[in-house]
């Protein structure tokens, strides 16, 4: 806990310190929160029950350069294409996960020692993200803060840093001492680490924003993030021999957000 407050008044600081040294733009702030869908080294892959299984939550508080407005004299910077069709988005975002496993290798009709052993795993990821993306807004900018459009549809790319700290556990013991006779053999020798770590990833995402008063919107944003990494939920058997855990692990959130224009 000691570490998200940190977090968090270090990104309200660079904030503040980004609103001086840039004031001819406008800033905005905001709190987003939403379901998160988390794909990785649990579960069957491309399996539905897996997707809806494996769902947790994100929460956080965004930060925008909105570089048509000028924020000293509440007017519109000179027009240029990118100005006006463009925004730079900064985020500190939480996500919670816990993890199951779910598919046909733990159907309950299964009483194999495979599938015990797998209904007997379960874990938790948390992550701390923070990061920063580049918004393309088809329709100009400054038609919508002036009340022209009632929402407009964006698109966006980006990179995160992410500092996370899994948990995996089983019902017949502690997993890390990767007993043979207890636990399945992809998750002995060392394929199994419950320490912090940071790792990046990339995001992409599509929203629309919806004008509520003249200095606050609504947004609705939906992302792929991609890790660059496939230790985020603290599992990684084997590549080479588990063909089936080949791949990084990635999340879809769906958004719900609220933005004031400071």
């Not at 993890?99 to 599938?115: I, M, N, T, Y």
């Not at 022209?148 to 996370?164: K, R």
Request: hydrophobic share 40%; net charge negative; proline share 3%.
């Amino acid at each position: 806990m000691q570490i998200k407050k940190q977090i968090f008044f270090l990104l309200l600081l660079f904030i503040l310190s980004f609103n001086k040294m840039f004031s001819q733009f406008s800033h905005e702030i905001g709190i987003i929160a939403g379901p998160t869908a988390f794909q990785s080294d649990y579960g069957e892959d491309k399996n539905f029950d897996n997707i809806k299984g494996n769902i947790g939550y994100s929460v956080g508080i965004v930060h925008y350069m909105n570089l048509a407005l000028n924020s000293d004299c509440d007017c519109f910077n000179r027009y240029t294409y990118f100005n006006d069709h463009f925004m730079i988005r900064n985020e500190l975002v939480y996500m919670n996960v816990t993890l199951d496993h779910f598919g046909k290798w733990v159907d309950p009709s299964l009483q194999s020692e495979v599938a015990n052993s797998l209904r007997a795993m379960h874990g938790e990821v948390n992550v701390i993200d923070f990061g920063t993306q580049l918004e393309y807004y088809p329709i100009p900018l400054r038609e919508f803060i002036s009340g022209n459009y009632i929402f407009v549809p964006y698109f966006a790319m980006g990179t995160q840093a992410n500092y996370y700290f899994p948990s995996n556990y089983s019902d017949y013991g502690n997993i890390i001492t990767q007993n043979e006779e207890v636990f399945l053999p992809k998750y002995q020798n060392g394929q199994v680490n419950n320490g912090a770590r940071v790792a990046f990833s990339a995001t992409a995402n599509i929203g629309i924003k919806i004008k509520l008063t003249r200095d606050s919107d609504l947004m609705v944003d939906m992302r792929y993030q991609f890790y660059f990494s496939d230790w985020i939920e603290g599992m990684k058997p084997d590549p080479s021999i588990y063909t089936e855990n080949q791949r990084n692990d990635s999340a879809v959130t769906l958004s719900l957000g609220y933005i004031f224009y400071l």
